[in-house]
């Protein structure tokens, strides 16, 4: 579904992405773990190539192409089959929470306004904003913003979403209300790669943890495994601050 092979991206002399392949099946949830700093949402964004990795290989479904020597119109075309959920939501405040899920509907799949619509208000009803259609970002809490972010990534029908730290711009109590939408979405079938902080969620979520650190790929694999055994001494040092609860809520 998603592979990447070899990527490595430097912004000056300061090498972000230190080459490592990198995958994730169809269906499959992968959490990015790691400190600050570690490359997780350069490669996020090099994925949606919102970034240009300096070297390396992609390939989408059934769409590959190489990061040095991709055309634009390759380029535009595997990044049509990614939608992107960020951290600080990144709607349109002038527009309401319909209008922002039909934008890429109507400007980058040509829709008509009727469709696009009707579309827009079934991903909105999808994560419980029924009752929010017309209402514009600033009357709607954080963690509704954060949904209507991801209603306009489904909205797309993307083969991979990529979630960029969902609840980190949120009040505590509004992390439930995201990490119950985003299981529900991965209920579906959903191909997600999710970065983030919040150790519970990756551990009763993900499908496969992923933890880099300094611009590599350390340690991968079941959660329970990276957990509760990891195999690397970095590993170990990093998780150790954490206390999960083992009784899952989350897990799929």
Do not use: W
Request: charged content about 25%.
């Amino acid at each position: 579904m998603l592979e990447i092979k070899g990527i490595k991206k430097a912004f000056n002399t300061n090498q972000v992405l230190k080459g490592f392949d990198f995958h994730a099946k169809k269906g499959e949830v992968v959490a990015l773990i790691g400190p600050s700093g570690s490359g997780k949402t350069t490669l996020l964004r090099c994925l949606n190539f919102l970034e240009q990795a300096d070297v390396g290989s992609i390939r989408i479904d059934d769409l590959s192409a190489d990061f040095k020597n991709v055309s634009s119109t390759t380029r535009l075309a595997l990044r049509r089959k990614t939608a992107m959920v960020f951290q600080n939501y990144a709607l349109y405040f002038n527009k309401t929470a319909i209008q922002n899920v039909m934008e890429s509907l109507i400007v980058v799949k040509k829709m008509k306004k009727e469709s696009a619509r009707r579309i827009a208000k079934d991903y909105l009803e999808q994560v419980g904003l029924s009752d929010k259609f017309d209402s514009k970002p600033f009357e709607l809490s954080g963690g509704q913003q954060q949904r209507v972010g991801i209603a306009r990534a489904l909205a797309i029908s993307p083969k991979v979403i990529l979630f960029d730290e969902p609840t980190s711009a949120l009040d505590p109590e509004k992390v439930n209300e995201i990490f119950d939408v985003i299981k529900q979405v991965a209920q579906k079938g959903m191909t997600m790669v999710i970065v983030t902080h919040e150790m519970q969620f990756a551990y009763d979520v993900a499908n496969r943890v992923v933890f880099m650190d300094e611009g590599e790929i350390v340690e991968e694999g079941d959660p329970r495994v990276v957990f509760n055994n990891p195999h690397e001494e970095r590993t170990r040092q990093f998780l150790q601050r954490f206390n999960l609860a083992r009784d899952t809520e989350y897990y799929i």
